[in-house]
């Protein structure tokens, strides 16, 4: 079965960076493209970034654009995100998403990790 | 970027109503719309791709439709377990973008 499991959350002073990572299993990673949704306590979704199945397209939602980056090891099935230049504002539940779709990807996202939190304050 | 609307934003129903949920973008975006179900502390799920197709394994008593700006989500007769949160997202172009949410209650 398909599994998405994410690490990496803790607490972070602002300003600082923070390094998330999604273990992968129950499918081939490498067929497929890969998203980080977050969702601050109390309120909805924010698509936060995309990669496509085979490391050449990375989206990024306006909010994160140029602090931070997403990756893919897919010789280890590991989805990561690189977060820098953190604010109050970053603090939120962030989830590691699949693509409906293999290879071009539907940019819809039909399995969820249980998310890791990620709060930030001084 | 993409605007994604909903309304309402909370309304509360009975077991049996029949529920619908709109969802409005702020450009069209044809058919690339998504709705999900977010229930207190879990993750979300996926109930509809592509505006209309029902995901696997979703009852068939949610339903949607609509196209370009202007989509809804139904539920035609709602169970205990369909209170919960529902957002639509739309999948036309990034940065991809979600509505507020709906929370349906009792």
């Given at each position: 079965q398909v599994q998405l499991v994410e690490s990496g959350g803790g607490v972070v002073q602002p300003g600082r960076s923070l390094r998330l990572s999604c273990a992968a299993s129950g499918?081939?990673?490498?067929m497929y493209p890969m998203h980080w949704v977050r969702q601050a306590p109390g309120k909805g979704l924010e698509w936060v970034a995309m990669i496509s199945y085979d490391g050449v397209d990375k989206y990024y939602a306006d909010s994160v654009r140029g602090r931070f980056t997403i990756s893919r090891d897919d010789s280890k099935n590991t989805l990561v995100l690189q977060m820098n230049g953190l604010t109050s504002e970053d603090t939120a539940l962030y989830y590691c998403a699949r693509d409906h779709e293999r290879y071009s990807g539907t940019y819809n996202f039909d399995y969820w990790g249980q998310g890791t939190l990620v709060t930030v304050s001084s | 970027d993409i605007q994604m609307t909903q309304s309402p934003s909370s309304l509360s129903a009975s077991v049996g109503d029949r529920v619908t949920i709109t969802c409005r973008a702020s450009?069209?975006?044809?058919?690339y719309l998504n709705w999900y179900q977010q229930k207190p502390g879990k993750t979300p799920k996926l109930l509809i791709y592509a505006a209309s197709s029902l995901q696997s394994g979703v009852p068939s008593r949610f339903s949607g439709g609509g196209s370009g700006p202007d989509f809804t989500l139904t539920i035609s007769s709602l169970r205990p377990e369909d209170f919960a949160t529902y957002y639509c997202q739309q999948?036309?172009?990034?940065p991809l973008t979600f509505g507020g949410g709906t929370k349906v209650d009792i």
């Open positions: 499918f081939i990673f490498n | 450009q069209s975006i044809g058919t999948s036309y172009s990034p």
